[in-house]
């Protein structure tokens, strides 16, 4: 079985700035892409930023220039450094990754259980 584990969430005041990680374990022959998608209470989950396997960054527009994600390949790990925050980024964040379990089979999406993040006026 495949986990992903979560941390970092918390309150923080507008401006203020918060770092999420994500670490994969579990039988893990390869992963792809890693990334971070957010879902605020009554809305879609959505893409905030993506690693492609091939190490491309990809933003959402609500969060380039704030918003920095980061891959460490061997910690099988992917982190979101988020500065200036806004009460418009309160949300709870998952982490989302699609992992390989054995060179025959095909990649997997995974997703955590989620971190609520809170952003204060």
């Known amino acids: 079985q495949v986990q992903l584990v979560e941390s970092g969430g918390g309150s923080v005041q507008a401006g203020g700035s918060l770092r999420l990680s994500c670490a994969a374990s579990?039988?893990?022959?390869?992963?792809?892409?890693m990334g971070w998608y957010r879902q605020a209470p009554g809305k879609q989950r959505e893409l905030v930023a993506v690693?492609?396997?091939?190490?491309?960054?990809i933003y959402d527009d609500s969060v380039k220039g704030r918003f920095t994600i980061s891959r460490d390949t061997a910690k099988n790990s992917v982190y979101l450094q988020m500065n200036s925050l806004k009460p418009e980024d309160t949300s709870v964040y998952y982490c989302?990754?699609?992992?390989?379990?054995?060179?025959?089979?095909?990649?997997?999406?995974?997703w955590g259980q989620g971190t609520q993040v809170t952003v204060s006026s």
């Open positions: 690693v492609t396997g091939g190490g491309q960054l």
């Open positions: 579990g039988t893990i022959f390869s992963i792809g892409h």
């Open positions: 989302n990754a699609n992992i390989r379990q054995r060179s025959f089979i095909a990649y997997t999406p995974y």
